[in-house]
């Protein structure tokens, strides 16, 4: 705490000055609680006691009522209580005590609260510190939701079965796992969302997992898949529980082959009769009588049972929890957080979560200590050798690097901000507080070409964040300013891939890195042999790593429901023969396994400047997953199986160049036939003169072949064979992508309504009912690119793309006006929606009379025990009538 004294008012006739104490702790380590007292005269005339006493004051709004309150100034500092000592031995452990955890998730909370406040109030609040900013936010309540932040504590109830929930002061938790529901209301999600989040008590056994902590952490898991919401692990552990039973260890006894001489060696253990009966019938020992070599007959230890938790029965506990952990990443949004040491089956936890944010302590299967001894030596010399961020964020282990649990919480929230509030509930839009766009959608897009330095290769993450131009200021990219959010940055470097919002809709976003890397291979202490080695990377290549990287990108996205942007520069993969050995071809493939499974939208777009080659085209060709994939390219791109100088080599040689040559060059040509008529003694010298024009022109005619190859790569052609969806100017894409993700969301959230109302159906059926029903009421004023199954309906090669510029304002405003019109959730829909429910059923009904007629008739008989009076007498008029 800390104390300060100030003047102000009067106390009494002789003015003297008030004193006033402000005391500031902070138990937690993020978050200081400030106390003001007043010195007060007391009337009190007790010997010894003084006269003055705290009296409290409000601050920040809180009322008064302080622990000091009331009590005298020479009142002694408290000693550490139980609490303390807890948090202490956290600290010890470079982790936060797993109560405070609450407290660092509201600061994190009421940070993005303040981050909001600035985005939303950018023109106004620049160069303004985030206290300000805060003032101006809490100042405009009529606009925005009231700030919300709430947690329950579960804990297992009486037959260990369920979480139940209850209210109790921290630290009385006698279970190493400590569980609460979350409830906050977060800028994207005003109206609350909630999630489960579960911390290891790292003060507890050392926060190792036992039988009990292993069903808590089961139980909590299945709470958040029953309910659709996000799991959030901390991690600080030692793995799963060992120890020994003390009752037993406190009373057997050895029976040595010679007692005078120990050094002859063990026969076995065994308890004396005083003991064994009562360890037998309490379960701690199983015995069997022998006879022992020196004749005396032995109650031999033959197992030690003792109680639950401290043996295989953990482990199968770990498996348990294991497979759900397994089972929840793909049903839920599942996020570990290892925030100390995590050993065992918690390094496993953090892997089949798959999502992963590391402190610093480190992830590990088996300590440094351990592995010494299986050595022989010493070879490692710290656990971070082992598992620290140098290695788990390198691999791949660790999506994301923090340095402090604060810095953890808030990574947390804002990879939550991009996850819906519920599995399939639909994503989470950041708007202003007036429920407008923070970044607009109709301004350019920044095409990094343009820049002061176009012959320098610049950072691909400029054409997705934007940057500041040459005098200063921001020049917007793809998606909204400050939104993109980058993760696996450590490795698989040629690949770039994170989160962003376009328009406030959250969006997973995969593409090249064009600048060559360096990849290191550390050395293994163990092996005297190794080196360290560096691997220069070649920007725009898939290598083994950078493959891996964008597959399981993919897939994460897609069970994080997030529509997908792949913005596609990629040259081809490289087959080298270290590059085959690493298993480059199964990784190039599950890209594709990936994409065939992903069912949101899929937006491939081949950027400004951008080529897409080879076998990197045929893994994300829309053809992989027509139904959610679509493809666009920059009128600057180029697309085909080899580049133009690759082509050349092959199927324009020189032959070909020189009859190029002496189709298009006069005096080639007109040497050529003086060649042919010439005499003999004059061949040599017109055959030197044509030879040294071909080497002249030559060159120049191989830039020709090269433009010539290099027009059968351009989007035109690829327009024109139906390999792309359209072509699109990179200055006015976030308009149009904008208007098409719309329009895809909510085409697949209709197509989900028809699903669910008739199961049976396909998904090709589905589409043409919806087709039919907004094209019945979305009319076209004006010519507009056209959509993929109209496209289908025109002879190929007929359409062109001379429009392109002129369709692009009236597409985005047919797919504005299609979006607009499923989502109102119109009477025609819901008509549309309870005509295919109906349908179905009554389908169904006569499939199960053809299959068993009497069993459709009992089945009958008790839906009309069920139903009201009313009902009832119109369903057997019914059936009366149709019979």
């Known amino acids: 705490g800390a104390g300060g004294g100030g003047a102000g008012g009067q106390e009494g006739p002789g003015m003297q000055p008030t004193r006033l104490r402000v005391v500031l702790v902070n138990p937690s380590g993020h978050k200081v609680q400030t106390n003001a007292y007043l010195e007060v005269f007391s009337s009190s005339q007790e010997i010894g006691i003084s006269n003055y006493i705290f009296k409290s004051v409000p601050v920040d709004g809180r009322p008064a009522g302080g622990p000091l309150d009331g009590k005298q100034l020479s009142t002694p500092y408290p000693p550490i209580d139980q609490l303390e000592l807890r948090r202490l031995m956290a600290k010890g452990k470079e982790t936060t005590y797993c109560y405070d955890f609450i407290t660092v998730f509201e600061k994190a909370v009421a940070s993005m609260w303040e981050d909001y406040a600035r985005a939303a109030h950018h023109e106004k609040m620049q160069a303004v510190s985030s206290w300000i900013a805060r003032k101006v936010w809490s100042g405009s309540k009529s606009s925005t939701p009231d700030h919300k932040f709430e947690v329950t ?133 199983q015995v069997e009588e022998v006879t022992a070599s020196d004749g005396t007959r032995r109650s031999k230890l033959a197992a030690v049972i003792g109680p639950d938790g401290i043996g295989v029965e953990n482990l199968r506990g770990s498996g348990k929890i294991a497979g759900g952990t397994c089972r929840a990443y793909r049903d839920i949004f599942t996020l570990t957080f290892v925030s100390g040491t995590s050993v065992g089956i918690g390094a496993y936890l953090v892997r089949l979560g798959q999502r992963a944010i590391q402190k610093g302590p480190p992830i590990l299967l088996t300590g440094e200590a351990a ?33 402090n649990d604060l810095m953890g919480v808030q990574a947390i929230m804002r990879w939550l901000s991009y996850v819906p509030a519920r599995r399939g509930g639909g994503p989470c839009v950041l708007l202003s507080p007036s429920r407008k766009l923070l970044d607009p959608i109709e301004r350019k897009v920044y095409d990094p070409r343009r820049g002061p330095d176009p012959q320098t290769v610049y950072d691909p993450r400029i054409l997705l964040t934007g940057a500041v131009d ?91 429901e997030l529509p997908l942007f792949i913005l596609a520069n990629w040259r081809g993969f490289s087959g080298g023969m270290r590059d085959m050995y690493e298993e480059i071809l199964k990784f190039g493939s599950m890209i594709v396994e990936n994409l065939v499974d992903y069912s949101h939208p899929i937006f491939v777009l081949v950027p400004p400047g951008g080529e897409l ?9 829309p053809t992989i997953n027509p139904e959610q994939m679509e493809m666009y390219v920059d009128p600057s791109a180029r697309g085909g199986i080899l580049e133009p100088s690759g082509i050349v080599e092959i199927k324009y040689r020189r032959n070909q160049l020189l009859e190029t040559m002496s189709r298009l060059d006069p005096e080639v040509a007109s040497l050529s036939m003086q060649l042919t008529t010439a005499p003999e003694h004059e061949r040599r010298g017109i055959a030197m003169q044509l030879k040294a024009r071909q080497e002249l022109l030559l060159p120049l005619y191989l830039k020709v072949a090269e433009h010539f190859a290099d027009l059968h790569d351009v989007p035109a052609r690829m327009l024109a064979k139906r390999c792309v969806h359209g072509i699109v100017d990179w200055t006015w894409s976030r308009q149009f992508f904008y208007a098409r993700l719309r329009r895809r969301l909510a ?137």
């Open 747 to 883: 085409e697949n959230n209709c197509l989900r309504e028809l699903k669910l109302a008739d199961p049976e159906g396909s998904r090709k059926s589905h589409s043409e009912k919806m087709r039919q029903l907004y094209r019945a009421q979305v009319k076209d004023k004006r010519p507009r690119m056209l959509d993929e199954d109209e496209a289908n309906e025109i002879p190929q090669g007929q359409e062109t793309n001379e429009d392109a510029d002129k369709k692009m304002p009236n597409t985005i405003e047919r797919d504005h006006r299609i979006a607009d019109f499923l989502e109102s959730n119109s009477s025609e829909l819901q008509s549309l929606l309870a005509q295919t429910a109906h349908k179905n059923i009554a389908e169904t009904v006569s499939k199960l009379a053809g299959q068993d007629a009497s069993a459709v008739l009992e089945g009958l008989k008790s839906a009309l025990q069920n139903l009201p009076q009313e009902k009832r007498r119109e369903l057997l008029l019914s059936l009366t009538d149709t019979s």
């Open 470 to 560: 040459a005098i200063g200021k921001w020049r917007g990219g793809l998606f909204d300013r400050d939104s993109f959010h980058e993760s696996l940055d450590g490795w698989g470097m040629t690949t770039i891939c994170g989160r962003a919002r376009l328009g406030g809709i959250p969006v997973g976003v995969v593409l090249p890195e064009m600048r060559s890397v360096n990849c290191t291979h550390p050395a293994d202490p163990a092996d005297p042999d190794s080196k360290e080695q560096n691997v220069v990377q070649a920007g725009g290549v898939w290598f083994p790593d950078s493959a891996y990287k964008t597959a399981t990108a993919i897939r994460d996205m897609n069970l994080e």
């Open 613 to 621: 080659r080879g076998g990197a085209w045929v893994v994300i060709d």
């Open 371 to 403: 592995l010494n001894k299986v050595l022989g030596k010493k070879v490692y010399t710290s656990n971070y050798q082992l598992g620290g961020t140098q290695i788990m964020w390198s691999n791949g282990v660790a999506h994301e690097v923090v340095s």
């Open 153 to 285: 504590e579960l804990v297992l109830d009486a037959s260990a079965k369920q979480l139940v929930p209850v209210i109790r002061p921290p630290g009385l938790n006698d279970v190493a796992m400590v569980v609460w529901r979350v409830s906050v209301t977060t800028p994207e999600c005003p109206k609350g969302r909630e999630f489960i989040l579960i911390v290891n008590d790292v003060t507890l056994q050392n926060g190792s997992f036992g039988v009990r902590e292993d069903q808590v952490f089961h139980l909590a898991t299945s709470l958040a898949q029953e309910e659709g919401i996000p799991r959030i692990f901390v991690a600080a552990n030692t793995g799963a529980r060992i120890g020994l039973v003390d009752e037993v260890r406190n009373k057997f006894r050895v029976q040595w082959k010679d007692p005078l001489n120990p050094s002859s060696g063990m026969e076995f253990l065994y308890l004396d009769e005083d003991t064994v009966d009562v360890l037998v019938k309490r379960g701690m020992a």
